[in-house]
Nanobody, 126 residues
Framework: QVQLVESGGGVVQSGGSLRLSCASS????????IGWFRRAPGKDREGVSSINNNDDNIAYGDSVKGRFTISRDNAKNMVYLQMNSLKPEDTAVYFC???????????????????WGQGTQVTVSS
């Protein structure tokens, strides 16, 4: 059974930064792709970023391009999301995801992922 545990959320002022972490109970090399999604109040899940393990291709959602950076540490089985220049509209619960099924390109479709963490709250105040 795969377990993904997020941490690093909190309250930050607009323009600030946070780094989210995701600890995996399995080796990251067991996954084809790892991603971050978020869900704001009253909205659907939104793909934030994903990275493919076989070719390191990365995808970012349009709303976070240039501000967020995904990275991973295979030795520690950790995935990170560095979030800079945060805006109030970034306020959401952020989820770490992973898939053990082959996908050809980094996917921001939540249906592509079968493993999900419980989420960590990020609140950006104006």
């Amino acid at each position: 059974q795969v377990q993904l545990v997020e941490s690093g959320g909190g309250v930050v002022q607009s323009g600030g930064s946070l780094r989210l972490s995701c600890a995996s109970s399995r080796s990251l090399l067991d996954y084809y792709a790892i991603g971050w999604f978020r869900r704001a109040p009253g909205k659907d899940r939104e793909g934030v970023s994903s990275i493919n393990n076989n070719d390191d291709n990365i995808a970012y959602g349009d709303s976070v391009k240039g501000r967020f950076t995904i990275s991973r540490d295979n030795a520690k089985n950790m995935v990170y999301l560095q979030m800079n220049s945060l805006k109030p509209e970034d306020t959401a619960v952020y989820f770490c995801t992973a898939t053990q099924y082959p996908i050809s390109i980094p996917s921001l479709d939540p249906l592509a992922y079968e493993n999900w963490g419980q989420g960590t709250q990020v609140t950006v105040s104006s």
